[in-house]
């Protein structure tokens, strides 16, 4: 069992970032598929993962300022753990939401009908993360660490399994620590495991900001793959389609504007979910290193929101090649991303 570490009262509340990417957070509560009167906004629910954070700023913005409002939207934002939020959006029960592309990868050559319309990272956030002392600099020094990860699955699990891959090691060759709770980093700062999977805009602020040296890997560094993005059900596409296109535009306008300024975002965030305002440096930095995550060579020739398709192309081969591997050889990228939410 877990020893409760002092400092974990101080590092365990944001830590709910790193379930929200990892599980990619479902949702509960049914979408409404009944068709809107004319001149009425159409109603939207969407799924943004675990627990409200500032690394939903850019939904929580496009909402204060009026610009889904604008676009003839009625939107509602949900925040529940459920591992099944692919299969939700599959049946519409969610209409849009923030998943990864290693969860969608696995759906999608399993028959289940959705598909990812835009990116949100565009750098995969998937670190390892260590602290200085350990001198984990390199993916070939896990050989022989004690690893902490929340379990084996989601995109902790693949980015992990990846970036062993690319110093020719796998999860064997290491010690592998569960932490059902989250509370790898935790185990880190007590000194528990060498390093943990974690996120660039979560664990390493928080140690950072405390005056830990931290070494972090990475993992798109050497094994691109599909951050996470808008991923929508295949029936709800075309049902709702050009209401899903507007809350992308809408969306990808406020993450331009928070990557200008962001104070603004972080002004939204502090309106919808005040508590965050307690400790306003945290968020901050969280703020500023998300944003860096949406970023990316394809976002800075393309825009924010682009898919890139090489790096889908990267993601298939890479989930392909890993143990115990279920997607089909004949899955390409067309069949996992759309166009329709750019269009």
């Given amino acids: ?30 979408a409404q598929d009944d068709d809107p009167e004319p001149g009425e906004p159409v109603r939207l629910t969407v799924g943004l993962g675990y627990i409200p954070s500032v690394q939903f700023a850019q939904f929580y913005l496009a909402d204060e300022a009026g610009y889904y409002e604008d676009a003839g939207l009625d939107v509602t934002f949900e925040n529940k753990i459920d591992p099944e939020l692919i299969t939700l959006l599959a049946r519409g029960a969610v209409d849009i939401g923030m998943a ?9 050559s399993q028959g289940i009908p959705v598909r990812y319309g835009a990116t949100i990272y565009g750098r995969d956030p998937n670190v390892v993360f260590s602290l200085g002392e350990t001198g984990i600099e390199s993916a070939a020094d896990l050989a022989g660490a004690s690893i902490g990860i929340p ?31 989250f509370g790898q980093a935790v185990a880190v700062d007590a000194g528990q495991v060498d390093a943990a999977t974690g996120f660039f805009n979560n664990e390493p602020v928080q140690l950072g900001l405390r005056g830990r040296e931290v070494n972090v890997l990475r993992v798109s560094d050497v094994a691109p793959l599909p951050g996470p993005g808008l991923v929508a059900g295949v029936d709800t596409l075309e049902t709702k389609g050009e209401a ?31 508590e965050l305002a307690d400790d306003p440096e945290t968020q901050l930095a969280i703020l500023e290193a998300t944003i860096d995550s949406w970023m990316g060579d394809h976002a800075a020739e393309h825009g924010l929101g682009a ?26 990228v067309d069949d996992l991303v759309t166009d329709a939410l750019s269009s």
């Fill in 151 to 181: 379990g084996r699955y989601g995109s902790s699990w693949v980015a992990l399994q990846a970036l062993l891959a690319s110093a020719g090691l796998t999860p064997d060759d290491a010690d592998i620590t569960t932490y059902p709770d």
């Fill in 100 to 108: 990864d592309g290693t969860s969608v990868i696995p759906a999608v």
């Fill in 244 to 274: 899903l296109a507007a809350f992308t535009a809408a969306t990808i306008r406020a993450m331009e504007e928070i990557s200008a300024d962001p104070q603004v975002g972080l002004e939204a965030a502090f309106a919808r979910v005040p």
């Fill in 307 to 332: 898919v890139d398709r090489d790096a889908w192309d990267s993601g298939l081969e890479i989930m392909r090649s890993l143990p115990d591997s279920t997607v089909s050889d004949a899955l390409t």
């Fill in 1 to 30: 069992m877990l020893r409760v570490h002092p400092l974990a009262s101080r590092l365990l509340p944001s830590l709910a970032l790193s379930a929200s990417l990892a599980i990619g957070g479902g949702v509960g509560v049914a």
